[in-house]
């Protein structure tokens, strides 16, 4: 059975609309019950979104409704979730974010027992729970407050990056005015850093916007302005960031993972000589990791496809060019917080603006709403794929629908950024004559 509710990372849409109180409860309880019921311990943590409170307590309805104990974390960092099962043997986690999403938009995605995103298959199954409906239960669970959740999400970071003294670092950071604004700051001062902020104001509807990872370019300017060594940007739910350097350049995730993947082979932690990216990864990426002999793999957009590459090759790093990092060795999932840390471990004090681990190849990416994905899709797989053969050895052309939004985007790579834009646009035009 095909998944209808479930896309590329749980369930979203609009808060009240799609995503509604009903359907929370609803989905509570389904994957209550295909967890094991009665007596399942399932957390539940969540972002900064105003509706977070009232889709929390629907999920939690839901959960006690099939019998399970509902344990309710508060405001944390999508990886706090895998982090939290596995040191309390949860069976379930669930996070309600969006993501880099605006506040209107939330979402709900769920963790196994394993601290992995649940399997296209057990989504399948609780999908077929929702559409069998509700039976009955007798045996009602309960839902109480998890203290201390902030605090051991800290711990655990400050555990793997012991031997990182920040002191004299200056950082800006900026956390979207999302899950991050608390645990983020902390643990960089805790580090030693001297740390200054955006986006630590949330008021439930201020969450991504015009700061975050999806903004760069407002931390990127104001860490040039300021003064700051390097900045750091994460999303909503803070299980992506970005990086600017001193001179207020934008840094994405194939060039930190780059230089992560050459920290890690040198100190003898890049296990198997493998790095799992997507297919939008920069063309620059796989040249700098060939150079140097360590092999990429490709997967779909998606860190659930990332994570089950590694898992499946037993690699320990991989990500996405929007800023997904998975370390294994900490988290199964993509950690924006642990992320910058890793790349101030790996520049061992040096300067981001000075990096080499890699050359970018002219890119150029264009998201286009459309109305119909699989009719704008259809018209523009010819052209792009003549203009895919004609950059042959140079450069490509990458053509997807998003798998959150109606979006396709479309993506260009090749050897000048003019050739570039004029390809790009060439397929957008067809894309929105399709819309």
């Known amino acids: 059975m095909a998944r209808k509710l479930f896309g590329t990372d749980g369930v979203r849409g609009v808060a009240g609309e799609k995503l509604s109180a009903d359907l929370a409860l609803a989905l509570g309880r389904a994957a209550t019950e295909q967890a094991g019921g009665a007596g399942t311990r399932v957390l539940v943590i969540r972002d900064t979104r105003e509706s977070g409170e009232m889709l929390e307590a629907a999920l939690a309805a839901g959960i006690t409704a099939a019998g399970g104990e509902a344990l309710l974390g508060g405001v944390l960092p999508t990886p706090a979730a895998p982090l939290l099962i596995r040191q309390y043997g949860f069976d379930l986690g669930v996070v309600v974010s969006a993501s880099h999403n605006p506040y209107q938009d939330n979402g709900i995605k769920f963790f196994g027992g394993d601290s992995l995103k649940l399997t296209d298959d057990a989504e399948e199954e609780i999908e077929a729970r929702l559409e069998a409906g509700f039976t009955g239960n007798t045996r009602i669970g309960r839902s109480r407050t998890l203290h201390g959740t902030q605090e051991d999400y800290l711990r655990a970071l400050e555990t793997r990056f012991s031997d990182l003294d920040l002191s004299g670092r200056k950082l800006l950071l900026d956390c979207a005015n999302g899950a991050t604004y608390r645990?983020?700051?902390?643990?960089?001062?805790?580090?030693?850093?001297?740390?200054?902020?955006?986006?630590?104001?949330?008021?439930?509807?201020?969450?991504?916007?015009?700061?975050?990872?999806?903004?760069?370019?407002?931390?990127?300017?104001?860490?040039?302005?300021?003064?700051?060594?390097?900045?750091?940007?994460?999303?909503?739910?803070?299980?992506?960031?970005?990086?600017?350097?001193?001179?207020?350049?934008?840094?994405?995730?194939?060039?930190?993972?780059?230089?992560?993947?050459?920290?890690?082979?040198?100190?003898?932690?890049?296990?198997?000589?493998?790095?799992?990216?997507?297919?939008?990864?920069?063309?620059?990426?796989?040249?700098?990791?060939?150079?140097?002999?360590?092999?990429?793999?490709?997967?779909?957009?998606?860190?659930?496809?990332?994570?089950?590459?590694?898992?499946?090759?037993?690699?320990?790093?991989?990500?996405?060019?929007?800023?997904?990092?998975?370390?294994?060795?900490?988290?199964?999932?993509?950690?924006?917080?642990?992320?910058?840390?890793?790349?101030?471990?790996?520049?061992?004090?040096?300067?981001?603006?000075?990096?080499?681990?890699?050359?970018?190849?002219?890119?150029?990416?264009?998201?286009?709403?459309?109305?119909?994905?699989?009719?704008?899709?259809?018209?523009?797989?010819?052209?792009?794929?003549?203009?895919?053969?004609?950059?042959?050895?140079?450069?490509?052309?990458?053509?997807?629908?998003?798998?959150?939004?109606?979006?396709?985007?479309?993506?260009?790579?090749?050897?000048d950024q003019a050739e570039c834009d004029a390809i790009c646009a060439r397929l957008v035009a067809l894309v929105d004559a399709a819309a």
Do not use: C
């Open 183 to 415: 645990v983020g700051p902390e643990i960089f001062r805790r580090l030693g850093a001297e740390v200054s902020t955006l986006g630590t104001e949330p008021d439930g509807r201020n969450i991504n916007e015009g700061v975050g990872s999806t903004h760069i370019g407002s931390l990127a300017a104001a860490v040039a302005e300021g003064g700051y060594d390097l900045g750091f940007a994460f999303d909503g739910d803070g299980d992506r960031m970005l990086a600017a350097d001193r001179s207020g350049v934008p840094v994405d995730g194939d060039e930190l993972i780059a230089i992560a993947a050459l920290h890690m082979r040198d100190a003898g932690r890049l296990e198997g000589n493998g790095v799992v990216v997507t297919v939008m990864t920069n063309y620059g990426f796989h040249t700098a990791m060939t150079e140097v002999g360590i092999e990429v793999a490709s997967t779909d957009v998606g860190d659930r496809y990332v994570l089950a590459e590694l898992r499946e090759r037993g690699w320990v790093l991989g990500g996405e060019q929007s800023g997904h990092i998975i370390e294994m060795g900490f988290v199964p999932s993509g950690d924006g917080i642990a992320s910058a840390l890793l790349t101030l471990e790996a520049l061992k004090g040096a300067d981001l603006s000075e990096r080499s681990a890699m050359a970018k190849l002219p890119q150029k990416l264009v998201n286009v709403p459309v109305a119909d994905k699989a009719a704008a899709l259809l018209a523009v797989e010819g052209p792009s794929a003549d203009e895919n053969a004609a950059l042959a050895g140079r450069g490509r052309v990458l053509v997807r629908s998003s798998g959150t939004e109606e979006l396709i985007r479309v993506m260009v790579e090749a050897p």
